[in-house]
């Protein structure tokens, strides 16, 4: 039986994920290319059955100059890939699920109000959602990073993966889940 490694470079066997909590949402299922065609998008929490990578690369695809274009995300994430394993000589995917981990807040606030009062309250974030603003998170400090750079795209991703996934707090991702972390924090 073949083995599907992901840009027919990178498998996917090897990868661990740290946090126990996000086990089950961070799908490293085997993959040729990270495109699904959004099969995941009618149904509730389908999206946990979506590989990771696909899901990074459709959280890149936000407005302005790559919004619609997956090809070109696509081809950036593999170079930007390339670009982490030449640096570290480590596999990308596992650079990848630690960003995401090391980004992933465990707790933020909620507003709740009594008699017209508004009050923070802390609460326990869901490994979902974890995902869902880690993945945010990252893409946004991506992004934020790009505009007006030297840099390339893929240059930008491959850095901010890694100081993610070094949990340092050069990465705009690991800044925004210590400042969420601390608000919920001063709310209990």
């Known amino acids: 039986m073949t083995e599907f490694k992901l840009f027919n470079k990178w498998s996917m066997d090897e990868i661990t994920v740290s946090d126990t909590g996000l086990e089950r949402y961070i799908n490293l299922k085997d993959i040729i290319t990270p495109h699904s065609g959004g099969r995941h998008s009618a149904q509730r929490f389908k999206k946990t059955e979506v590989n990771i990578v696909e899901r990074f690369i459709n959280k890149l695809m936000r407005h302005g100059g790559n919004a619609g274009k997956k090809l070109k995300v696509i081809k950036s994430v593999e170079l930007s890939f390339d670009l982490i394993n030449a640096k570290t000589g480590e596999n990308p995917v596992q650079i990848l699920v630690n960003a995401v981990i090391n980004a992933a807040p465990r707790e933020e606030t909620t507003r709740l109000s009594y008699g017209g009062v508004a009050q923070h309250q802390a609460v326990d974030t869901s490994p979902l959602r974890r995902v869902d603003l880690a993945l945010r998170f990252l893409t946004e400090g991506i992004t934020k990073a790009s505009f007006s ?30 400042e969420i972390e601390r608000i919920a924090y001063s709310a209990r």
């Open 149 to 178: 750079n030297i840099k390339s795209f893929d240059e930008v991703i491959a850095d901010e993966l890694l100081a993610a996934a070094a949990n340092d707090l050069a990465s705009q991702g690991v800044r925004k889940k210590q």
